[in-house]
Structure formats: C-alpha cells, structure tokens
C-alpha cells in the first residue's frame, strides 16, 4: 500500500439483524470486532409512525414468512432499538474497540442519535432526498456525514452533493456507490459506478464508499481496485466498503439472505487488507526480494563477460 491513503475501512452493517434482540446485537459487534477484524458496526434507528403512513404501517408484511408482527408496523416496532438500548451499543462497541455508527431513516432518529454523537451517521438510499433530515444534521452534528445513493438519477446525486457543500459540510461527507437490491445480480453491481463518482465529487467530498448487497466477496476486492485506480489518478479517497452482517444467513428476515456470515466478512477484510498493499508501484526498478532470485537465476550479459575472461 502506498504512503498517500490509508487502509479503507470495513462497515459490518447488522442493520436489524438482531432481530430485535439486544444481546444478538451485542454478539454481532463482538464478532464482528474480533473474529473479522472489522472497523465499524453500524446499526438502524427508524421512528416508524414517522416514517410510515397509517396505511404502510397496518398493511401486513408483503413477505410473510419474514414478518415479526401482524402488520409492517409491527414487525418494524419489533425490530427497532430505542435511544437507551443504542447506548448500550455504543457502550459494547467502545469495549471492543470498534466504532459504532447508524443509519437514519427520519428526523426523529437523526436528533435522537445525533445526541449520542458517534463518529458517524448514515443516511440510506432510501431517504437521501429527505432534506430536513440532511439539513438538521448539518446544522446539529459534526461527525462525518455518510450517504448511499441507490434508486437515486445522477441529478439527485449532484443535487445532493451540493446540499452539502452549500453548508460547508461536503468535507464531512462520504458518498457511496450502491445498487438497492436484496442480493444484488453481479451484472447490476456496477463497480465503474465508483469511477463516475470520484471523477465528478472526488474532489468536493470527504470521500467515496462502497455498498454492497450482492453475494461473496469478490465484488468487492474489484470495488477496492476500482476505487485504488481513481485515487491515483488524482481523484479523490476511496474510503469505506460496507456490508450487511449476520451471524446466519437462514434466520428469518429480509437482509440475512444479501449479509455475509462471520468467516465471510473475516475474509472480505483480510483480502482488503492483503489486496490493499498490492495494490502500489514499484518503490526501485529491481526490489529487494528479487534481487536475491537475480543474483540466482537471472541471465546477465555482463556477468557472463567477466565469468568468460
């Protein structure tokens, strides 16, 4: 790895795949901390009667076999964490030495956990043009800014990314590249997405990030490599590579099927990391490892010479 970025880090997003138990959430950062190396675990924090109309919130789930309530609502409310259980998160994440971050979904939950002040919040790419949100934010936490922009046109992308340099917060901000899909098909990953985001805002944006839904880890080492690229092109950071975390991907719930498990995500950050360092120039023409394999092996036309004379 090269002198001008440091190592990009890794976000185990276990979402909700706590399944609305506080200890799973509390074995799912442990894990993730010290079995995968990971550098952040990231959770979600909705205010469902906010975020939801009447008529989302008593409608049954659309997928039954997933549902922990009789209604969206219901399910949702099971699944959520209040102020005081996040907390306790935050608590376990700093006795595991791991950073702790969130998503938030409205304005109730952007001022509930900006409160609690973590290094970083998220903003999903399903309300990435929900303004009063951003603009609270801007105002009222001094963290890093995180953003996805899936189902998003490149219009709104730019839109957004002026929202915040309009604040003087785009220096706080990290876009991400991501295609909103629960797995995601390879053919729709998309990696020269990241290209296209680092040549318009790398230079206007803290950094630019990665989020996958899809299965395995091979997407992602190319995300890295893509990212890599850029920024030796003078393009901006490449920063961060999310994914979804579960501790089974057979529990019951929407996101366990797209999460990696813990020896998948162990991998995904060793290969980063592994990945990472090779991903640079040669420091001299001939390196010190080869140097003893070309005193060795090497056909030399002027150590021949001499051996002839």
Known sequence: MSEEHTPVKVIAEIGCNHKGDLEIAKELIRVAAHVCKADIAKFQKRHNRELLTPEQYDTPHPVPANAYGDTYGAHREFLEMDT?????????CTENGIAYSTSVWDLTSAKEMAALNPPLLKIPSATNQHYDLQGYLCEHYAGEIHVSTGMSTGQEIVDLVNFYAERGRAKDLVVYSCTSGYPVAFEDICLFEIRNLMEKFGATVKGIG??????????????????????????GKFTHIERHFTLDRTWKGTDHAASLEPDGLRRLCRDLKHVDAALAYKGQEILPVEQVQRDKLKWV???HETAAQ
């Open 210 to 235: 990665f989020s996958g839904h899809h299965l395995g880890i091979a997407a992602d080492v190319a995300a890295l490599a893509v990212g890599r690229a850029m920024e030796a092109d003078g393009k």
């Open 84 to 92: 005081d259980q996040h907390k306790e998160l935050i608590d376990c």
């Open 301 to 303: 036309k002027e150590q």
